[in-house]
Each structure stands twice: as structure tokens, then as C-alpha cells.
């Protein structure tokens, strides 16, 4: 397809991206960006350097860009790229000038080691998400949907790993003597008015949870949690910001990568406006490895991973699922993806076979082109594409050789990755965790005899929150718990608003300090719980 402005040879231009040539020129126009995408291949045909490719075009039109980097080759981008021989003979073949350029990058990493930590409270991660990510039955999970249920109905915050701990310690019912008091009894008696839950059933989500900790899980639960609209950031050039998500020590863990995109995914979807179709996207989110979100998923999480799919580009968010089968893909959610790069298939197993014809399937026929065979055939840096065009049909498929990137192809150096974190526009927002007041410390003061939250107390000493703990109880009668604000109450917004602006202008042990009195007094004052579940609010739709 021609390119609506300026010459083909100049590269990308204000409306398309110029992904390869061919016979003809391929281009991924920006306003169907949002239309989802899908990048597959066998390891070593391409794959990288096709997502680069891409990553580079949308940023360098203004769209923020998110990307899993499971090698760390996706790095690259950040630094000035090389002009290798190989690379100015590709570029010199497809009427190019090579230019050099590099790419405003924020890394992140959910263990906190090469990039910004990234978190989330267990009460935005819910209980399907999380019974997902422990391997629960459907058993454990009613336990678990039984505990948030408890969290709600006595105003227990959920935010980090030990509070949900507590939480499933104190809903097991517990034999008490005459004439002896426990503490916990109204929390009990709330969790068996739901039926019973076994000391067996809990005492295995605990093992679970043990094992989700034993392999950094726990990293990822608590505060400060992680802000959207960080990921939506344009540099001073007005060029979109490309967020890295560190994954190679996440990759050891595949079920805990998994649920962390697809709670990012939910997150965006509940939390970004309705846009409609736009000149551009608002973010363009590449999941690599994407066959792990798919893997043994129930029945009832796929219907959510198709909704959120399907739903999300409504809000400007064009999502590419990136991995080396097009078959590990199902077809309800395939069906979603228009925008195509088909690198080489291997055809060595009936398996292999039944995926090069599946492949070749899914395209829009060309009568120039046996393309199941030319699958089998493409070289590296080769591939098949197919890009919708300007009224949503997708385009005959062509053989392209994709242009070479214009970053660094490769992995950055650990100096290189030091410096980037240094000048980091979010250097020091959540590089320190804080430890809110929430169900553990709460739990923690009705078996010690002090029922009272920080709010009840008002200004009795230095634990019960002083002048925010007054504010917070004032707030909190203003507001209440039932004001309906989507999938937070209108005191739940305020209180997470609140906490992070306090948390993210302090550091040390001011942070931890501010954030006990802010999220145990405001928090627990104003609202029950942070929302429910990161599908939460879609299961109720």
C-alpha cells in the first residue's frame, strides 16, 4: 500500500509506518494500530527485530510503547544504533538512508533489579486473577473469593503478601473454651456465613503462596503501586516513551508473567476513557511469549482474556501478542488481530504442519504467492505480512524483507542501564516500598485487645494517625463505602489518590512513616477496599 505523505524512500511518515519491501512497500498505518496485531516465527527467524521495528515507528510517531524484553535484546533500543554493513546494505536495497537514532526508554522489573519495581496491592490483583496465579481448584478458589468477601465486609485493606496471609489465618474457624474470647470472632463468623472453610483448604493456598514467594512473587504485591498514566509518557521531542518490562528472571517464573501483563491489560481497560478510534493510539502494548497467558487458562478467564481484547481497543490501546506458533493463539482471540508478520515456520513435526497451514490460513490469499510454502522458505529477516488498510480489510499477504531498526540491535550494556535508571523521569517514585497500615497490622491490634483503627482513634498517640487520621475520619463520613466510581468506591479513589501523591514526593523512612498513617487511617476510614480484582469489574458487567 503507498504511503499517504511524503516519499516511501524518507521512511516512516506522520500517518504509516514503514515496516519492509518487497514487491511492494509494506506500512502499518497508525490509525488502525489499535486493531491489534500479531508477530510469530521460529526463535532465531526475526521476531525481535520485527517487534523493534514496530516499537520504533509507533514511538517515533508519539505513541508510548510498552514491551516484555525476555532476552534483553529489546534493550537495544534505548542507544544509538550502529550502522553495521549488513544493516546499510538493507537499508541502501529499500531506498533508504540509514540514520542513526535511539529512543527514550524507562525500564522496569518486577524484582526491582534492572529497572523501576513494579507493584500492585492483592486487592487490585483479586481473587481470579491470583487463584489463577496460584494454581488454585475451583475449591480454593471459593475460599479465596470467601477471604476478599471478609476483607470487604470489616474494612481489612488487602495491599500486600501479609495480609492475605493473616486474613486466611484468621477466617479458619477456631475452637475457643468457655469462658474464653476471641478476638477474631466476627471476622470468623463473617467468612462460615458463606459456607465452610476447611483448615486443610487453607492451609494449602498457604503453601501456594509460599511457593509464589519462593520465587519473588511477593515482590510484586504492595505499595507504592504502579501509576498507568507513567506508561502514557511522551519525551520533550514529543516522541512516545518505550517502557521495557525486565523479564529474563521473570521468565523463570511463566505463570507469574502471565498474570502480570494480563492484570496490566485489565488495569488499562477499567481505567482509561473511552476513545474511539483515533489518528494514533494512546499506547501500543507488545506481549511476548504470549503463548503463557493461554496455556491451561479455564474457561472462564479466557471469556475475559477475549472480552479485554476485543473491548480494549475502545480506549486507544493496540495490543500484539508476540510467539513462535500462530496456533498457540485461540481462535476467538486471533480472530481480533489484523495486523500480521509472519516469520518462518518450521515444518518437522504433523504439529509444525498443522501450524504452517493454520498460518497460512489466516491470511488474505495472494495469487502471486504459495504462502505456506513461502513460510517454510523465509529467510532470516524475512517475512510474511499483512497490514490492514485504510477501510479495516487486511491486505494481501506479501514476502517483505523488514527494514533494519535504526536503535542498537542487541542487549545495553549494565553501565548504560545505570545511567538510563539515573535520568529516569520516574527516579525515585517507586524505588522504595512502603509498608501501609492494612489487614495485618489491623488484625494484628484486635488480637493484642485494640480494636480501634487509626481513624477511631483519632489524635490518641503517635500510632493513630494524628491530623490524618482525623481528616480520613471526617472524609470518610462525607463519603462512606458506597458511592459507586466504576470499580472503586468514590473513598477508595481518594484514598489511593492521596497515599500515592504522599508516597511518591517522599523516600526513606518518611515514606514508610506517611504511608502507615495515610493508608491506615485514610484508607481504612474512607473506603473498604481497593477495588476488588483486576477482571473484577468486568465480571460484573
Do not use: C
Not at 491530623?467 to 463520613?477: A, E, P
Not at 506517611?514 to 491506615?520: I, N
Amino acid at each position: 500500500m503507498a504511503p499517504s505523505t511524503a516519499s516511501s524512500t524518507a521512511g516512516d511518515t506522520d500517518k504509516q509506518i514503514f515496516i519492509g519491501k518487497g514487491d511492494h512497500e509494506a506500512w502499518l498505518t497508525l490509525a488502525l494500530g489499535n486493531r491489534h496485531g500479531l508477530v510469530t516465527g521460529a526463535t532465531g527467524t526475526g521476531k525481535t527485530v520485527s517487534l523493534q521495528v514496530m516499537a520504533e515507528g509507533f514511538a517515533r510517531a508519539g505513541v508510548p510503547v510498552f514491551a516484555a524484553d525476555i532476552k534483553g535484546d529489546l534493550s537495544g533500543i534505548a542507544e544509538v544504533g550502529e550502522g553495521k554493513d549488513f544493516i546499510l546494505q538493507r537499508a541502501k536495497e529499500m531506498g533508504l538512508t540509514f540514520q542513526p537514532d535511539q529512543f527514550s526508554t524507562i525500564f522496569w522489573d518486577v524484582f526491582g533489579e534492572q529497572g523501576h519495581p513494579v507493584r500492585a496491592t492483592v486487592s487490585e490483583m483479586g481473587p481470579l486473577l491470583l487463584a489463577r496465579l496460584l494454581d488454585l481448584n475451583d475449591v480454593q478458589e471459593g475460599v479465596l473469593n470467601v477471604a476478599f468477601r471478609v476483607a470487604d465486609e470489616n474494612g481489612l485493606t488487602l495491599l500486600d503478601m501479609k495480609d492475605l496471609r493473616s486474613l486466611l489465618d484468621a477466617i479458619v474457624p477456631k475452637p475457643v473454651k468457655k469462658d474464653e474470647v476471641d478476638p477474631l470472632a466476627e471476622i470468623r463468623a463473617s467468612a462460615s456465613s458463606f459456607g465452610n472453610v476447611s483448615k486443610a483448604t487453607v492451609g494449602t493456598i498457604q503453601r501456594q503462596l509460599l511457593v509464589l514467594e519462593n520465587q519473588g512473587g511477593d515482590k510484586f504485591f504492595g505499595e507504592p503501586a504502579l501509576e498507568l498514566k507513567d506508561f502514557l509518557r511522551t519525551d520533550r521531542d514529543g516522541r512516545g516513551m518505550v517502557n521495557i518490562l525486565v523479564a529474563d528472571k521473570l521468565m523463570a517464573s511463566p505463570r507469574l508473567y502471565a498474570t502480570f501483563l494480563l492484570w496490566l491489560l485489565s488495569e488499562l481497560f477499567e481505567e482509561l476513557p473511552e476513545v474511539g478510534d483515533l489518528p494514533k493510539p494512546k499506547l501500543v502494548f507488545f506481549f511476548d511469549e504470549a503463548h503463557l497467558l493461554f496455556n491451561d487458562a479455564p474457561k472462564a478467564l479466557m471469556d475475559k482474556i477475549e472480552q479485554v481484547v476485543r473491548l480494549i481497543r475502545s480506549k486507544g490501546v493496540g495490543v500484539y501478542f508476540v510467539t513462535q506458533n500462530p496456533i498457540d493463539v485461540p481462535d476467538r482471540v486471533l480472530a481480533q488481530l489484523g495486523n500480521r508478520v509472519q516469520h518462518a515456520l518450521r515444518a518437522f513435526t504433523p504439529r509444525d504442519q498443522k501450524a504452517v497451514a493454520a498460518a497460512a490460513d489466516t491470511f488474505r490469499a495472494n495469487p502471486k504467492l504459495d504462502t505456506a510454502t513461502a513460510i517454510t522458505e523465509l529467510g532470516k529477516g524475512e517475512a510474511l505480512v499483512s497490514f490492514l488498510e485504510g477501510n479495516g480489510t487486511p491486505a494481501m499477504v506479501q514476502r517483505v524483507m523488514v527494514r533494519p531498526p535504526t536503535a542498537r540491535i542487541g542487549p545495553i550494556t549494565p553501565e548504560e542501564r545505570k545511567a538510563i535508571l539515573n535520568a529516569s523521569p520516574v527516579k525515585g517514585k517507586y524505588d522504595t516500598a512502603v509498608d501501609s497500615d492494612s489487614a495485618y497490622e489491623m488484625l494484628q491490634r484486635r488480637v493484642a485487645g485494640n480494636a480501634a483503627t487509626p481513624a477511631e482513634a483519632g489524635t490518641a498517640g503517635p500510632d493513630g494517625g494524628g491530623f490524618l487520621g482525623t481528616l480520613g475520619g471526617i472524609v470518610g463520613s462525607i463519603f462512606g463505602t458506597n458511592t459507586s466510581r466504576g470499580r472503586l468506591t468514590t473513598g477508595q479513589v481518594i484514598a489511593r489518590s492521596v497515599t500515592r501523591s504522599v508516597t511518591n514526593k517522599v523516600v526513606g523512612g518518611i515514606v514508610a512513616n506517611v504511608g502507615k498513617q495515610v493508608g491506615g487511617s485514610l484508607g481504612s476510614s474512607i473506603g473498604r477496599e481497593i477495588v476488588r480484582g483486576a477482571l473484577g469489574g468486568i465480571m460484573k458487567r
